[in-house]
């Protein structure tokens, strides 16, 4: 599938597979961590973070989605194994306050895993520029989304 597709890459491609997939692990892993921090926060601050991660793990699965086409595009595989995605990811797990009611520093783990969206993608965007014109503009897409991720965080925590 996608021969042509992938005759047109100007670098070979094990190296931009193997960070496509660290960040197809990375992005599930927020997907799951955000989702359960949104389901467990408690306190007075709890819904208005809540909802924000909720649809944030949402934006962090169309990310997931979208490096596993472009994976498949390229020829690589996806994992099978739920258990082989945090060995794959950069990040491993986010770790997040033991008090459920600690929602700034829910936040900072939070700041912490969009920061480190943000090298990964800057990295994929700089390894594939003018060598694979797709991935390039999905890594710009996805750095672009993070970026605004980082902002919003930072302006909820309020320094
Ligand atoms: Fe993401
Ligand atoms: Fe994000």
Redesign the pocket.
Known sequence: MGRRGREILDTPVEPILKALRAAYADEWL?HYYYLHAAQVATGINAPQVAGMLTT?AG??LTHATRLGERILELGGTLPADWADVPKLSNSKRIEFPRKTSDMIGLLKAVLKA?RS?INAYQELSRMTRHRDTVTHELAEDLLA??VR?EEHTENLIGD
């Open positions: 927020a944030r934006e962090e969009e969206a989304d993070e991720d």
